[in-house]
């Protein structure tokens, strides 16, 4: 069974442009979070989707938006990206209350 | 709110010492807690999952407990491997918070050979 699935993993933008990050879940599972790690750094909440709702949204401001298909997959968008915008993100999947598994991260750069 | 904070910040043994990590949240109204590790620059990998009615859950040398009524957890590492060098985390999830994730901030573990 295949895992959690990010694509890019890696990423190099400048200041100002948009990004489109993408996560495939683990099948069957409805649940897709997303967290901002930057380096040296704790987790960050960023988006919480269920059933193609979004649920909860961390303390980021609206350049940070996404979504979840029918399919259960999900995009992360970032616009106007800012150099502190720089951080390994990491979705996430789960069924309900059930253990959270997490994909390998996308590696992204502002410069 | 949910508070999630690990002891020690950081840890450095020799190989084949056995080891405990910490784990406490504030608020005791959990679903159910779980402990990853992540290596520099990687993914989470999923440990351990314990449910808020369980006390303990084992895996090879790994054994993590909870104390849901005292708001702790440990993780008890037996006879440790350079290759268990990696950040460890820990994690709790309550209906309280809509089944999000509180993560504390990790507790980095060197072994040495």
């Known amino acids: 069974e295949a895992g959690v699935t990010q694509s890019p993993t890696h990423l190099i933008k400048t200041r100002g442009q948009q990004v489109t990050l993408r996560c495939s879940p683990i099948s069957g599972h409805t649940s897709v979070y997303w967290y901002q790690q930057a380096l040296g750094l704790g987790l960050q909440f960023l988006l919480w989707y269920d059933e193609g709702e979004e649920r909860n949204r961390g303390n980021f401001p609206p350049r940070f938006s996404g979504r979840q298909f029918p399919n259960y997959s999900s995009e992360l968008n970032v616009n106007a990206l800012e150099l502190e915008d720089s951080a390994l993100y990491l979705c996430?999947?789960?069924?309900?209350?059930?253990?959270?598994?997490f994909g390998s991260g996308t590696q992204l750069s502002v410069l | 709110k949910q508070e999630v904070t690990q002891i020690p910040a950081a840890l450095s043994v020799p190989e084949g010492e056995n080891l405990v990590l910490n784990c406490s949240f504030t608020d005791s109204a959990i679903y159910n807690l779980q402990w990853f590790r992540q290596d520099p620059g990687k993914g989470l990998t999923s440990l351990l999952l314990?449910?808020?009615?369980?006390r303990e859950q084992t895996s090879g040398r790994l054994n993590a407990s909870l104390d849901k009524s005292s708001g702790r957890s440990t993780l008890y590492i037996a006879a440790s491997q350079p290759g268990d060098s990696a950040t460890y985390l820990c994690?709790?999830?309550?209906?309280?918070?809509?089944?999000?994730?509180?993560f504390g901030p990790g507790t980095r573990l060197s072994v040495l050979p």
């Open positions: 314990i449910q808020s009615s369980q």
């Open positions: 996430a999947s789960r069924r309900g209350p059930s253990e959270l598994f």
């Open positions: 994690a709790v999830s309550g209906d309280n918070y809509g089944q999000n994730f509180v």
